[in-house]
Each structure stands twice: as structure tokens, then as C-alpha cells.
């Protein structure tokens, strides 16, 4: 604790310093898995906090980690895995980290279940924008808790500010939560941890329309047997809904699935294969070891399950073979290639190359009775197939992550976005080509977040995000209660949400001339990405990454 307590140190003296100049600052994390451009951050001053990025322990006992902002899903899950533990949400891409979760929004496939990934955070530590550092914890306000202990009592024992008021930063620990860094800089979090076991008995259960698939999720989100619940839409009448449960056991003759070496299917590709010619499943509510008509039933070892979209980015990874045809989309290269096409190097190119500016790459939180249409609004208007869908219990507002509103078509900024109790929402990836003129790519844009908004929906802040700063706070709400939180805690010197989130034209940030225009010719932007992602050595982090697969003795399908 002591490098990290000197860490810390010198970090809350940097801010200090920038505080008491008056300037602003961001922060330099060391990795992203952001989408918005990165000449956003080109002029700013930052603060490193990349060293940040150890375990610092897992206490068995009370069933907690304490990890710093900057270690990745991958790094965390081998920690934890070896005292026979997982946090409660595991984001799908191994190198998003613990403090993105946190400052960000992460939910995945187990968020039916336990919520959005700060929802299991007992406590953080911050260093606020002049430079005091404190610990805030989650107080009384209604949150997941999926230890044993509750309440304000299991909050003060804590051991990251053991012995504090809970309630002290309560409303700086809900703050912080999704506003992307704005009111201080996170720098250790106490992870709550469950029981982990050997693998994940995973079921493809099959659908035949959006309407079907989304009662199917929700029928399965019911189950008390499942951990986790996530969805593909492949095209308007293929759609699978994928759940999970935790087991340790394997039937005799059963073979283990796995999806992280570089022969193995893409877990997406997979997944359409084994189900195309089943029927549509029938409605069930059975329990979780029998097999309806139109399932199929594989075992997965739990972190290959957890990465199971590494590989290709969900399906991103194949927008790579569309831009650099003739190279074909076939097995052969996607294993010669397989360095490049994992999640981290992925992110490095498309930053790199230029072509985030065309490249459509949205999480929407639709509440469930609106979803079937919003479905129906992308096909008519992007025709982006396969769509991801993935089941949310959302905290109450105001809140920077998605969150059910009282209603379709209600002004949040009168409301603050307050829905009564904790609420269900569907989020839906959209990610595929958008159109290559600018002006239509930022129309196409526009045009989704306005049908979001009034279906009663949000998006994802990770994303790019087109709103004027009315229309920011009118589908976001909450406006009164941030700017009090900003002075409260002395971050008004610091860009807010909107500043950091919206998408800035050419002629705001300069970026014309002949770097841009000789990226936008074909194929250099695509080559100097790929060159960026090779500089980096990102491909080394798959490389020798941990192999949690019961054995590589295991016999597997291919």
C-alpha cells in the first residue's frame, strides 16, 4: 500500500498545482475504450495516472478486492479467479479497466442481476480537484449489494475508509458514477466479489422476430437459475438469446467451448451457425436443465465466457475485412490475422485510422415496451445487422447512465430524470458502417438520439454524442444537482459531462489539413492504424494472457 499511498501522493500535488492556477485538466489513463475522437484531448494539460494499474489485494474473508482505476478486466479476473472469486459484472472486453467502469457506464450480461458495474462498488477513493484526498461509499441510497452484510453498518467496515460515515460523500460517490472523470479523479476502489465457478452452462435459445426475442430476454432475465442474459439479433427473423449459469459441474461426454485461441470461432460467428436451422424456441419457464425446442446447450470455461467477444470485438472486427478487401473474411486469415483482431488492437486502429468519424458505434437504453419499435427505426434507417441485446437493472436518476425515465416523452430536465424505484431497460449495440459523407454521418447521428430521446430512452456516453447542450440535459436531466456537486467539491474548473462528451466540428478543433486528408484516402488511414496498433504492443497482452480454461487438455470442438 505504500507505493500506492506515494502514488496517490503525487498525483493530489499535480492537481493541487493546476487548481490553484485555475487550469483545467483530463486525465491520462493509459489505454480507452472510447469511441469519441481523439483530438478531443489534443490541447489539454493531464494528469498520469497510468501507473495506477495493480491488485492491491482480494480479501477472501469479507469477499472484496482493492484494485486501482487502471487494471483490466483480464488482469482482475486472474487475480480473483485464484482465491475462487469474480466481481459481479465483468465487462465484455478484457482491457476496459475498473476505473472506466467506474467513471464511465458498464453493463453487461450480468446487469439483469446486479446492476451497472458501480453498483458493486463499496467504496472509492478520489482525489478531488484541489487536491484533498477522500474516500466516498455509496451511502443509504438504494444500490445492488450481493454480499450477505447490509446496510450502513457493512458500508463503515469497509476496508477502504474503514470506520468512515458512509453518508460523508454519498452524494460524490453517485456523482462520480458515469460523469466520465468530471469531479475528481478515482483512484482505488473496494470491489464486492462473489463465488466463482468453473464454468458457465450457456444455452442459445432460439428466436424468430424482434418482438420475440425481447419477451424472450425478459423470460429468461426471470429465472432465478441464470447469471447471465445477453441477446443477437442477426436480421429481423434470427435472433438468439444467450444465458448463462454458473456451474461446477461437466456431463460425462461433454466437450468445453472455448473462444480465445486463435483457431477457435468467433463467438458471434458461432453462435448464428449452431442456431440458423433450429425452429423458434417455445415459450418456457422451465427450469434451467431441461432443453426446449430450439436450444442448444454448450459448456464454457467462466473467463472464456466472460471474453467470449474479445475476438472480433463482438462483431466489429469484420467492418477490418470489409475496409481492406480483397483480403477475404475467412477462417484462414482470421487466424492469421488474429493478433490484429482482438478488442485492445481494434480500438488503436480505428483511433488511429480516422474512421471512427464514419463508423456508427452506439449503446442505447430503451425502456422494453418501446424497444420492439426502436428496432424497427434502426432497420428502416441504418440497416446495421446484428444488433446486441443486453438486459439492465437501472439505478434511480438523476444519473449519467441510462436510466428508465418516468416516461416516454417526458422533459427530464423537470423531472431530473427520477424514476420511482430501480427499473429495467434494454440496451441495443448499433455498431457497423455509417454513411461516408460527414454531413449525413452527423444527420444519421442526430436523428438516433432524437427518436431515443423520444421513445424514453439514453445513450451510452462512451459514443460519439452530437447534442446541442439543451438537448444534452433535457434527455439526461439532473442539471441543478451536477452543477451543485461541481461546486461543492471544487470541479468547476474542470470540463463538465457535455464538454468532455460532444463531438466538436472541424472548424472548433482544427482538424483540416493534409494529415486527415491523407488518412481519408483508402488504404492509408486502415495502414497507419494497423502500424499504430503494432507501435503499441498491445497484441503482446493476448498473447501472454492467462488461459483459464480447465486444461488445455480438454478436448475441444472446432
Not at 47 to 60: G, H, Q, R, Y
Given at each position: 500500500m505504500e507505493r500506492h499511498r506515494h502514488a496517490v501522493r503525487l498525483i493530489a500535488a499535480t492537481v493541487r498545482g493546476y487548481f490553484e492556477q485555475k487550469i483545467p485538466f483530463r486525465i491520462m489513463h493509459g489505454s480507452t475504450n472510447s469511441t469519441r475522437p481523439s483530438h478531443l484531448k489534443s490541447r489539454a494539460r493531464f494528469?498520469?495516472?497510468?501507473?495506477?494499474?495493480?491488485?492491491?489485494?482480494?480479501?477472501?474473508a469479507r469477499r472484496v478486492a482493492l484494485v486501482e482505476p487502471n487494471v483490466p478486466m483480464d488482469r482482475l479476473v486472474e487475480h480473483t479467479l485464484r482465491h475462487g472469486l469474480v466481481p459481479p459484472v465483468v465487462m465484455e472486453f478484457p482491457g476496459i479497466t475498473a476505473g472506466g467502469g467506474f467513471a464511465g457506464t458498464a453493463g453487461e450480461s450480468s446487469s439483469f442481476k446486479h446492476g451497472y458495474f458501480d453498483q458493486s462498488v463499496n467504496a472509492v477513493e478520489m482525489v478531488l480537484p484541489d487536491g484533498e484526498v477522500v474516500v466516498a461509499k455509496p451511502g443509504s441510497r438504494s444500490r445492488s449489494n450481493v454480499q450477505s452484510a447490509s446496510g450502513n453498518q457493512a458500508l463503515i467496515s469497509t476496508k477502504l475508509g474503514e470506520g468512515e460515515d458512509p453518508e460523508k460523500y454519498a452524494d460524490l460517490f453517485h456523482g462520480a458514477a458515469g460523469a466520465v472523470g468530471t469531479l475528481g479523479i478515482t483512484t482505488l476502489l473496494e470491489l464486492q466479489l462473489i463465488e466463482a465457478k468453473t464454468f458457465v452452462r450457456t444455452t442459445y435459445r432460439r428466436t424468430s422476430s424482434a418482438a420475440e426475442a425481447i419477451r424472450v430476454v425478459r423470460e429468461e432475465c426471470a429465472?432465478?437459475?441464470?447469471?447471465?442474459?445477453?441477446?443477437?439479433?442477426?436480421?429481423?427473423?434470427?435472433?438468439?438469446?444467450?444465458?448463462?449459469?454458473?456451474?461446477?459441474?461437466?456431463?460425462?461426454?461433454?466437450?468445453?467451448?472455448?473462444?480465445?485461441?486463435?483457431?477457435?470461432?468467433?463467438?458471434?460467428?458461432?453462435?448464428?451457425?449452431?442456431?440458423?436451422?433450429?425452429?423458434?424456441?417455445?415459450?418456457s419457464t422451465t427450469s434451467s436443465t431441461a432443453s426446449p425446442q430450439g436450444t442448444v446447450t454448450e459448456y464454457i470455461p467462466l473467463a472464456e465466457y466472460f471474453f467470449r467477444y474479445d475476438r472480433g470485438g463482438f462483431w466489429v472486427g469484420a467492418?477490418?475485412?470489409?475496409?481492406?478487401?480483397?483480403?477475404?473474411?475467412?477462417?484462414?486469415?482470421?487466424?492469421?490475422?488474429?493478433?490484429?483482431?482482438?478488442?485492445?488492437?481494434?480500438?488503436?486502429?480505428?483511433?488511429?485510422?480516422?474512421?471512427?468519424?464514419?463508423?456508427?458505434?452506439?449503446d442505447l437504453g430503451i425502456p422494453y415496451d418501446t424497444a420492439e419499435e426502436f428496432i424497427k427505426y434502426t432497420t428502416k434507417s441504418l440497416n446495421i445487422w446484428p444488433l446486441w441485446l443486453c438486459p439492465l437493472k437501472t439505478p434511480k436518476g438523476p444519473s449519467f447512465h441510462p436510466h428508465v425515465r418516468s416516461s416516454p416523452n417526458n422533459n427530464s430536465s423537470s423531472t431530473g430524470g427520477v424514476a420511482g424505484t430501480d427499473t429495467e431497460m434494454l440496451n441495443i449495440g448499433v455498431w457497423g458502417w455509417g454513411p461516408k459523407d460527414k454531413a449525413e454521418f452527423v444527420r444519421?447521428?442526430?436523428?438516433?438520439?432524437?427518436?431515443?430521446?423520444?421513445?424514453?430512452?439514453?445513450?451510452?456516453?462512451y459514443a460519439h454524442t452530437y447534442y446541442s447542450e439543451p438537448e444534452f440535459w433535457d434527455a439526461f436531466g439532473g442539471r441543478a444537482a451536477y452543477e451543485a456537486l461541481r461546486a461543492k467539491y471544487r470541479a468547476t474548473s474542470l470540463p463538465s459531462v457535455y464538454d468532455k462528451v460532444r463531438v466538436r466540428t472541424d472548424d472548433e478543433t482544427g482538424n483540416k489539413g493534409w494529415k486527415p486528408l491523407i488518412k481519408s484516402w483508402w488504404p492509408v488511414g486502415g495502414l497507419y492504424g494497423i502500424w499504430k496498433g503494432i507501435q503499441s504492443k498491445d497484441y503482446m497482452l493476448h498473447r501472454h494472457a492467462t488461459k483459464w480454461l480447465a486444461g488445455s487438455e480438454k478436448e475441444k470442438t472446432a
Open positions: 494528469v498520469d495516472i497510468s501507473a495506477l494499474k495493480n491488485v492491491l489485494e482480494v480479501d477472501t429465472k432465478p437459475g441464470n447469471d447471465y442474459v445477453d441477446g443477437i439479433l442477426f436480421l429481423e427473423g434470427h435472433g438468439v438469446i444467450v444465458s448463462g449459469e454458473m456451474t461446477d459441474e461437466l456431463p460425462a461426454g461433454e466437450k468445453v467451448r472455448t473462444f480465445s485461441h486463435a483457431w477457435d470461432p468467433w463467438f458471434y460467428m458461432h453462435v448464428r451457425d449452431t442456431t440458423k436451422g433450429l425452429p423458434s424456441s417455445t415459450s467492418a477490418a475485412f470489409d475496409y481492406f478487401r480483397p483480403i477475404p473474411f475467412t477462417r484462414f486469415f482470421r487466424w492469421f490475422l488474429d493478433d490484429f483482431l482482438h478488442t485492445r488492437m481494434l480500438y488503436r486502429a480505428l483511433h488511429a485510422s480516422g474512421e471512427s468519424a464514419r463508423f456508427f458505434v452506439q444519421v447521428n442526430r436523428a438516433l438520439e432524437a427518436k431515443v430521446n423520444e421513445l424514453g430512452g439514453m445513450k451510452w456516453l
